[in-house]
């Protein structure tokens, strides 16, 4: 698992049919020490996280596995939202600046 | 899943049988801001995307879990159409 920050939302109309519903949520990739790494994605969400949390996403095709036995195309998907880490350069806990649900 | 833009389509006749009737499209992957990314691939296209839209792409294995594209030797494939979207 992966742990990044929700930055934003995706919207389109015309798209797969398995991806009716599903909320599309920008992470932010970021190490475990809360720095941002690499590039935005674009990831489903399982937990209703919203903009501002810090949350852990599962990548490459275990994203699927929260949809089984259906299918989903999904490569990136958010499976918990993040309440402290604990780490051995410091114990941090994600502060949401803010929250549109 | 990674935003991109369909900057053209791929023909081939001779190919895996499976292939036969997807559009094949190529998809430079861009950043939010909509300014380009050095990376460009080849994705089936699931939604009837035309050159010049952005589009969301899934890639590796998890581009099988299309009723399109299910067992399929396919490992790109776009899944939507961006309307709007909000970031930071």
């Known amino acids: 698992m992966n742990l990044g920050r929700v930055t934003g939302r995706v919207w389109a109309t015309r798209k797969d049919v398995r991806l009716e519903g599903q909320r599309m949520l ?11 790494s690499g590039g935005l994605i674009v990831a489903l969400d399982t937990v209703d996280a919203g903009v501002g949390d810090t949350v852990l996403y599962v990548s490459s095709s275990e994203a699927t596995v929260p949809f089984r036995p259906g299918l989903m195309p999904t490569d990136a998907t958010i499976v918990g939202i993040v309440d402290e880490v604990d780490h051995k350069e410091g114990s941090w806990t994600p502060n949401p600046e803010s929250s549109d649900g | 899943m990674v935003l991109g833009k369909v900057i053209g389509t791929v023909w081939a006749t001779r190919k895996d049988e499976q292939l036969r009737g997807l559009t094949l499209q190529l998809v430079r992957e861009i950043e939010a801001d909509g300014s380009d990314k050095s990376r460009v691939v080849v994705a089936v ?3 009837g995307a035309g ?5 969301l792409f899934v890639q590796g294995s998890s581009a099988r879990q299309t009723e399109l594209t299910k067992n399929k ?3 790109a494939v776009i899944t939507a159409i961006i309307d709007k979207l909000d970031v930071e």
């Open chain 1, 26 to 36: 920008f992470v932010q990739p970021s190490s475990f020490s809360g720095k941002e």
């Open chain 2, 51 to 55: 050159v010049g839209e952005t589009v």
């Open chain 2, 45 to 47: 296209d699931s939604v």
């Open chain 2, 73 to 75: 030797p396919i490992d």
